[in-house]
């Protein structure tokens, strides 16, 4: 029997009991559940990291994309929010097109 303790999809229960089996699960508080998602950002993002082709890099980039609309409700905030964030800093500070790699800074 696998044990896995971790923050899963809202249908994943569904999924297994389809396929002919039990789960065990709860739910969680507010602040357990911010710092699942938290956790849950760092195994998708390396599942991004070691993703081998782009295919699957954009799979797993929709998912960290989930876990960010998620985390932004949390924070009381809403995508489009984070979103406008996004955007003005973009303008202000641009974005990462250029492929820009800053090698060091002078101070003269």
Do not use: W
Request: negative net charge.
């Amino acid at each position: 029997m696998p044990v896995y303790n971790k923050l899963v999809r809202d249908n994943i229960p569904q999924v297994i009991e389809a396929a002919g089996k039990t789960c065990t699960m709860r739910t969680l508080g507010d602040e357990e559940y911010r710092q699942e998602l938290r956790k849950k950002a760092f195994e998708e993002l390396e599942e991004y990291m070691d993703a081998k082709d782009d295919a699957t890099a954009v799979e797993e980039l929709a998912d960290l994309l989930e876990i960010i609309h998620a985390l932004a409700e949390c924070h009381g905030a809403t995508i489009e929010q984070v979103e406008a964030i996004r955007a003005s800093k973009a303008e202000k500070r641009g974005g990462f097109k250029e492929k820009i790699f800053l090698i060091e800074v002078h101070d003269e």
